[in-house]
């Protein structure tokens, strides 16, 4: 393993965060790399699925084992080591994906929406039952009010707030697919701008109900969203200026009205064809393919903190002289500029090492120094 001041990393560390990690007192880039749940059993040499259920007990058990292990590479735990109890749970809503009559099918690697229509007919019917439907009614379960209540009383638990969504694009392709959505734009542009003014105007709604049941009048709710859209590279930038980004800004003009507020999209695929769009939001947060690159990314978000660009699968490889490169690379574009929260372009996955990490902190601390 390379050689880091673990002491001195995380001091200098702490400072890198401050201003959103913009701060001109940071000593060198700030570190994103935190690990992730699907990282235990292949640290640890433990049967386990990694994308599936693990018992509770099991969790907490591998979590510490998981971080005395992280202490000493990296100098920090960094997995939870405590979970609600299954009593203090609140029971589940139904996705937004299942409003416009998708279904969620889950492998043994992860869940998928599966569509509710392929032709402009079907996706008008779809949209008029959507248009009519009583959406807190049909999302919240018939034992919702009781078990708020309860959890309350016990445990003095609110709900969470819904703050964050599949972005439109992805959201639109599942329920409709992917073709068919890019002719339709073409083809049906009014239908295709009424699709997307429906799952604005749900999108809205959930969040709007669960402020309400979170306890907040409307308006007065913490502010911040964050949209995950991986297929939004799919459309040219003109067609996701027509249909997804009047839902973004509508969302972010009442949930991050403010200049600090949370404004955040994922998309961890080749979208630099957007970038001239996205930053006209002004998003305060970013975590984009690995392609898609610093400094690219900095021309039109000036005052955005990237969160990137490793490639995941060179992380999730450990391989130790790509790391270094893609890390120093990084390093390297954010000197002029800073806002950099040095991580993985995407998911942190499974197989992936904290000597990786340590891999990645030897490159701050030696190649990252501001």
């Not at 913009?22 to 700030?30: E, G, I, M, Y």
């Not at 299942?98 to 492998?107: A, K, L, Q």
């Not at 998003?283 to 490793?310: A, Q």
Request: glycine share 6%; proline share 6%; with cysteine.
């Amino acid at each position: 393993m390379f050689d880091v001041d673990l002491e001195q990393f995380w001091k200098d560390d702490e400072l890198a965060h401050k201003d959103n990690c913009f701060s001109k007192d940071a000593p060198q880039v700030a570190l994103g790399i935190r690990m992730s749940g699907e990282c235990v059993f292949a640290e640890l040499g433990e049967d386990g699925d990694p994308w599936g259920y693990t018992p509770r007990e099991r969790r907490i058990e591998l979590n510490k084992r998981y971080n005395d292990k992280a202490e000493k590479i990296v100098g920090k735990r960094l997995l939870p080591e405590s979970f609600p109890d299954p009593d203090e749970i609140f029971p589940p809503i139904r996705e937004i994906g299942e409003v416009f009559g998708g279904r969620y099918i889950t492998n043994e690697h992860s869940t998928w929406l599966e569509g509710s229509c392929s032709t402009p007919k079907e996706l008008e019917k779809v949209l008029d039952r959507v248009e009519k439907l009583d959406l807190r009614e049909f999302i919240l379960p018939p034992n919702w009010e009781s078990e708020k209540k309860r959890i309350y009383e016990k445990y003095g638990k609110k709900p969470d707030l819904w703050r964050h969504v599949r972005g439109p694009v992805t959201l639109a392709t599942s329920i409709y697919g992917v073709e068919n959505l890019i002719f339709l734009i073409i083809d049906e542009p009014d239908l295709a701008k009424r699709f997307s003014n429906v799952i604005s105007d749900v999108i809205f709604q959930y969040a709007a109900i669960f402020d309400i049941e979170a306890g907040y009048e409307p308006g007065k709710a913490p502010p911040g969203f964050h949209f995950s859209d991986d297929n939004c590279y799919l459309l040219t930038a003109e067609m996701y200026e027509l249909f997804a980004y009047p839902i973004l800004k509508r969302i972010f003009d009442y949930w991050s009205p403010n200049p600090g507020d949370k404004r955040y999209q994922h998309s961890d695929s080749d979208m630099a064809h957007l970038l001239p769009i996205l930053g006209k939001l002004d998003l305060t947060g970013c975590n984009f393919g690995p392609k898609v690159l610093v400094n690219e990314i900095r021309k039109y978000m000036p005052y955005t903190r990237i969160d990137g660009c490793i490639s995941p699968l060179t992380f999730m490889r450990n391989d130790t002289e790509q790391i270094i490169k893609e890390a120093k690379r990084d390093c390297e574009m954010a000197k002029e500029t800073r806002g950099l929260n040095l991580t993985t372009a995407g998911s942190i996955n499974y197989g992936s090492l904290l000597s990786s990490m340590r891999t990645v902190m030897y490159v701050i601390q030696n190649f990252g120094r501001y």
